[in-house]
């Protein structure tokens, strides 16, 4: 392969270590099912189209940056779940990943239930017409209009965070002349990430009450005092990205532990527990997600397994993924711009939009993958850097990514995996306009959250 030859200049492993990055993919044309959404594959012009539409006439119809979600690919990976976890055991969708009133029809008409953590998010739910019962509200800080917001509606339950929240929640409901079912939402000390977890983490975190120090027991004792609250169950969240399940099995076990205990002392069976999500997606080729069956029968295992030895009927198990259903559902279409290759160092594609529509790569240098929507290429592949826009040298979509060596400004690309905290963390840095969610079905597009407009930016500017 030439080292410096082609059009868009050196490629950046030139002026690193040997083997310091994998090589290119054997064909950068194809587009690996692991991390497209399902409808996802190219026309017989070499375009990519997802539900039988092209990206050209996409990003004609919605312009670029564009957020492309496959409907039915949403409600395939809802269902999934819903049926994994059958009738007893529920699929709260975590809608801080990507909440519309759309998505929250598909979630209705998929059966499956919502979590919120703002009062925001719970207005959104309500408005599509899921119903308050099938809500779960979350959040380490509700604000008393929040909690009055949601236990008026009538929410299916509220996930208690903190002593002070018990009384505040108790006190509402009182008032309102009603009995809230909550959980309690604990801190195990396991921290899971991706391939890791660690069973002895601090618990030093915002979220959650220690099960350290008897500090979970005592706040279940509060709760069981209180007219006000019906405590349901316990609830556990670990992390994120996690592909390994073991983690989940030592949350589960000190979560049963705890349930054990509460039986021991007060004479009950709390009914549920919630495990929470984080389960990992393929953001590149690399990563080998689990089936939502594969998952469900794994939590079951361990929960029942762990009932058993405690001598505890089973209790109701409930999940919270968000990123694990609508993640892989959506890519991010982009218009490349300038392509500059520095001498000796590396290329820099710039696109159209960033870490405006795209915070993960600066926050948690998440990793994605990224390929030429527009056409195929039978050119090398050159190593670059897809940045946006923004005025900040962290402004970085993919860090390491092959792209042909004649991509040129005017092409379109796609970064797939993008349906999760990407429109949900969007921002207006540099006043940046946030891009529409269109969601493509059956070889129809419609949008379902605009593009932000210039007006919509100064109207909120009073001047
Ligand atoms: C963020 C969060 C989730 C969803 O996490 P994913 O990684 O998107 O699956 C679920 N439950 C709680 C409590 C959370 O904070």
Sequence with gaps: MSRSAHPAGPRHADVLPEGHYPPPPADLNALDPKVWARTVT??????????????????????????????ADFRARARAWRTAFGNDADVFYAGKAFLSRAVVRWLHEEGLNLDVCSGTELATALSAGMPAER?????????????RRAVEAGVGRVVLDSFQEIVRVAHVAQELGRRQRVQIRVTVGVEAHTHEFIATAHEDQKFGIPLAG???????RRALQLDGLELVGIHSHIGSQIF??????????????LLREIRDEHGIELPEIDLGGGLGIAYTSDDDPREPHEIAKAL?????????????????????PGRAIVGPTAFTLYEVGTIKPLEGLRTYVSVDGGMSDNIRTALYDAE???????????AEPMLVRVVGKHCESGDIVVRDAFLPADLAPGD???????????????????????????????????VIVR????EDLLRLDVG
């Design 244 to 257: 390994d399940m073991s983690g989940f099995e030592v949350a589960a076990h000190r979560v049963v532990r």
């Design 135 to 147: 809500i779960a509200f979350h959040g380490n800080n509700k604000s008393m209009a929040e909690i």
């Design 368 to 378: 994605y993958s990224i390929a030429l929507a527009s056409r195929v290429s039978d």
């Design 300 to 320: 079951r295992e361990i929960v029942s397994g762990e009932c058993e030895v405690a001598r505890l009927r089973t209790p109701r198990i409930s999940v919270e």
């Design 42 to 71: 190219r026309d017989k012009d070499g375009v990519v189209t997802v539900g039988g539409i092209a990206v050209t006439e996409l990003a004609e119809r919605f312009g670029t940056p564009a957020y492309i979600l496959d409907e």
């Design 451 to 454: 593009r932000e407009t210039e």
């Design 412 to 446: 379109l690309v796609a970064v797939p995996a993008t349906g999760a905290y990407c429109r949900s963390m969007a921002s207006n840095y540099n006043h940046a306009l946030r891009p529409p969610v269109v969601a493509v079905a059956d070889g129809e597009a419609r």
């Design 214 to 220: 008897g500090q979970a027991a005592e706040a279940v």
